[in-house]
């Protein structure tokens, strides 16, 4: 089976921090890039990061570049989403996704992910 399952949403001030985890199964997921997307009220779905399989090449979001760090383990197959200097804007579901294909690089686009997760719920508070 494929699972993808993210943690660590919840209610945090403005200028505060948040850590989202992601655990994939199975295991032959660590060979693949990985991305965190979100999703806020009456909005599209956005990119906000992607890590590639080794672990050694991010990309972020202007949105969030210097705020947001991604990183992984790959031997506890778990995708981490460290977000800090959070403001209204980065109220939304953020998705972590696979893009099982492979790819020589990590993605910025959601077409280019196979596996999604159920998503985790950030509200960042005035």
């Known amino acids: 089976q494929v699972q993808l399952v993210e943690s660590g949403g919840g209610l945090v001030q403005a200028g505060g921090s948040l850590r989202l985890s992601c655990a994939a199964s199975?295991?032959?997921?660590?060979?693949?890039?990985m991305g965190w997307f979100r999703q806020g009220p009456g909005k599209e779905r956005e990119f906000v990061a992607a890590?590639?399989?080794?672990?050694?090449?991010?990309l972020y979001a202007d949105s969030v570049k210097g705020r947001f760090t991604v990183s992984r383990d790959k031997f506890e197959n778990i995708v981490y989403l460290q977000m800090s200097s959070l403001n209204a804007e980065d109220t939304a579901v953020y998705y972590c996704?696979?893009?099982?294909?492979?790819?020589?690089?990590?993605?910025?686009?959601?077409?280019?992910?196979?596996?999604w997760g159920q998503g985790t719920q950030v509200i960042v508070s005035s």
């Open positions: 996704a696979a893009d099982g294909r492979l790819s020589s690089r990590p993605q910025t686009r959601s077409s280019s992910y196979d596996y």
């Open positions: 199975p295991r032959t997921l660590s060979s693949y890039n």
């Open positions: 890590v590639s399989w080794s672990g050694g090449t991010t």
